[in-house]
């Protein structure tokens, strides 16, 4: 009995199953002004499912980072772990931003209608990479209502997996967001009027915005706003029949758990993966302190929290994939 156990011992090296060699390389798909840039990360000779990753809100680039302070990378980790699962990932910088920069004469002109645009372009540089028949959309934030605005031409989409979306209009949200942090102050009215004027199509003057509210509602970021606020996020979802994830941390202090529950409401096949002590930029955090949640967001070197990337894999690979 001895010998058999020293024998398997000895062998357990050779029997045990080595990790995917995994490829990463610089793509591109055209953009209406220059190319649109991203990276693939992809298993060897890959076959199997295929992910495009769409960023958040603001200047965040293709790893989940931007210059205000968030560096936790979490699209990266995210892109390496589902492709150690044997799903390849392409994750991108927005249309104007970053690597793709050039892809618009103008950053600040682009509409949700553009981004999605952008997505389809995306989808068939993927499909030619990997032979895959459809592409899913793993909307991150304001990614997650990207996806949606792209799904409306369903064809070359598998699903959508919706990591931290809003399921209101981004306008209650937004009104919200500054209700929690400057609902004292003596500007807030004129903010809540400013968002029901683009809600309602109309642009607002400059010398109507309040110059601490114009970082958020400055004239040159307006027609976006427009766009955005046009969009019910959960109407969206009603009208797509494909396979949806819904992905919530219940410790994200921009997205709440309501929003999530209401996206599965309406999207006939969806599916809810809620994360416990996980914020906002997919970072586990113990405390109910938003200052430790906020120190979160900077820390690469904390890992996605469990269950994140195998519930994903999870749900795309035992999903139709055509």
Known sequence: MLRLVVLSLLLWPALAVAAPALVETNVEAPGPA?????????????????????????????DGNN???????????????????????????????????RAVRNANSTTMSGYAADV?????????????????????????LVALAASREPGDICGLVLIAAPGRPAGQVLRDQLEARLGNAPFFDQGVWAIGELEAGRHVRRDAIHPALMPLLRPDLQDYLISMFALDPAKLAAGFDKPVLVVQGDR????????????????????????????HVLKTVKSADRAA????????????????????????QSAPQG
Not at 130 to 137: D, E, I, K, Q
Not at 258 to 271: F, H, I, S
Not at 308 to 314: K, R
């Open 67 to 101: 210059p205000l302070g968030i560096k936790g990378s979490p699209y990266r980790l995210l892109a390496e772990g589902l492709a150690g699962k044997g799903i390849a990932t392409v994750r991108i910088d927005k249309r104007g931003l970053a690597g793709s920069a």
């Open 120 to 144: 389809h372009a995306w989808i068939k540089v993927i499909q030619e990479k990997t032979g895959a028949p459809c592409v899913w959309l793993a909307g991150h934030s304001e990614g997650g």
């Open 252 to 279: 994200d202090l921009q997205v709440s758990v309501a929003d999530a529950k209401r996206l599965k409401q309406a999207a006939p096949n969806a599916k809810l993966l809620l994360l416990p002590d996980t914020n």
């Open 293 to 316: 949640n906020m120190v979160a967001y900077t820390k690469a070197d904390v890992p996605l929290p469990p269950g994140l990337t195998s519930g994903i894999a999870e749900f795309i």
């Open 34 to 62: 220059g190319a649109l840039k991203g990276t693939m990360l992809a298993p060897q000779n890959a076959k199997g499912p295929a992910v495009l990753i769409l960023p958040g809100s603001g200047p965040t680039d293709r």
